[in-house]
């Protein structure tokens, strides 16, 4: 069983020819809602990769609830460990590019309610893997992780996004998964040693004993865990959205360590399926199915 405890949203989306600078308005050629949120988004991926899953988080009571919810009930997403909160649902307010690139806000609403006492929810156990990121209240990432250890079920921290005062139990994730600018942050935070990414990732797995997975994009993934270092490229695409691509890839990693996958088999499907997330706009409706991904491994 696939267990998520994170982030629900409504994604606000306007298409814009380029990104405004401070301060400058542009004007905008589209507009859509859509379903996100990075827990939501890991959980829609790891079921269309085919795992079982359970969400653990909280929505408000109000309009934007049922919609954010929606391709998660059509997943067969197990939602009973979702709560309403009279806060409003969590927002992200999203510009995208001409050039797929992106700048998002998240107003968190619900997602701040989201408490330590919410992990019994999970109900967690030996086997189970567990996907977290940093978009509801740090206390419980941390609750959580810790759950996870006392249960035997194996943890995968999605570090996004960056907040400083979370470093101090980073280490504590069986698999932490960060972009080149989360972890390059986080080496600074740790005091990571060496002179490159590399070296700083692999002194992170001795430090930590645990494994550390760095997403760069087209080019690829790198990982160290204490006795390997790992490189797997990513599908070569002209990128539509890069918007819900690093949740595409954890959900699909943590599926694959369900299903028994090796990691390096692990890190090549859930790349080539973050790689296919970017073809289309938004993020949960970008997610590709398995065998969309199986057919791109397939061609590649």
Known sequence: MIIVVGSINLDLIANVDRLPEPGETVRGSGFATAPGGKGANQALAAARAGAPV???????KDAFAAEALALLKAGNVDLSGVGESF?????????????????IAV????????????????????????????????????????????????SVLNTAPFRAEAA?????????????TEFDLYGEALALSGRDRSARMRDYAQKTGRAIVVTLGGDGVLAATPHDFLTVPALKITPV????????????????????????????????????????????????????VDAALAER
């Open 241 to 292: 959205d890069t918007v819900g691509a690093g949740d595409t890839f954890c959900g699909y990693f943590g599926a694959g360590l369900s299903s028994g996958l090796s990691l390096e088999q692990a890190l090549t499907r859930a790349a080539a399926a973050g790689s296919l997330a970017c073809l289309k706009p938004g993020a949960q409706p970008a997610i590709p199915l398995a065998k969309d």
């Open 107 to 154: 107003v968190p609403g619900a997602n701040d309610s989201v408490v330590p006492g919410d992990v019994a929810k999970a109900f967690l156990k030996k086997g189970d893997v567990v996907l977290l990121q940093h978009e509801i209240p740090l206390q419980t990432v941390e609750a959580t992780l810790d759950a996870a250890r006392a249960a035997g079920a194996v």
């Open 87 to 103: 806060a409003s649902t969590g927002t992200a307010l999203i510009l995208v590019g001409a050039d797929g690139e992106n700048v």
């Open 168 to 180: 101090g139990f980073v280490g504590k994730a069986d698999f932490a998964v960060a972009n080149e």
């Open 54 to 60: 359970r969400m653990v988080g909280a929505v408000g």
